[in-house]
């Protein structure tokens, strides 16, 4: 599967972490930044990181900051893209198979490594359940064109 990842400035050691944990398992990754611990803005990295997944070039997206709030909030703008916060296994697993998430955010200052390589594990094995759950999606998905 690829992955699409990205952080700003204060999700870097966690991303990379994510990153090194995905490639060995034989994930192939595209990193959308930033590469620096300087200070930069989380838009400009999870907008291209979401375009990625929304438009297929990435089958999920993995996106990191210091809470996990901005990048969420960021790549939820992003049509297609259905990101949700985590920060517990029971979160990782239901939005995927309740809301059909192609996106994660975590917070790099809230969960520790370990887990947020369950977390991203979780994410990634989990499949959607469809059925009830598919027509609340595609409701949410019609919300997008509302305005």
Do not use: W
Request: hydrophobic share 45%; net charge neutral.
């Amino acid at each position: 599967m690829k992955i699409a990842l990205a952080c700003d400035h204060g999700g870097l050691a966690l991303k990379l972490a994510v990153q090194k944990h995905l490639t060995a398992l034989g994930h192939e990754t595209q990193d959308f930044g930033t590469n620096t611990a300087e200070s930069c803005d989380y838009p400009d990295f999870a907008a291209p990181a979401a375009r990625a997944v929304a438009s297929g070039e990435c089958q999920r997206g993995v996106l990191i900051c210091t809470t996990g709030v901005g990048m969420s909030i960021a790549a939820n703008k992003i049509h297609g893209v259905r990101c949700a916060l985590v920060s517990d296994l029971m979160t990782a697993r239901l939005t995927r198979q309740h809301n059909d998430a192609n996106v994660i955010a975590l917070g790099a200052g809230v969960v520790a490594e370990k887990l947020a390589l369950e977390l991203v594990d979780v994410f990634l094995a989990t499949e959607f359940a469809g059925g009830r759950h598919g027509r609340r999606v595609n409701k949410l998905m019609a919300l997008e064109t509302e305005g």
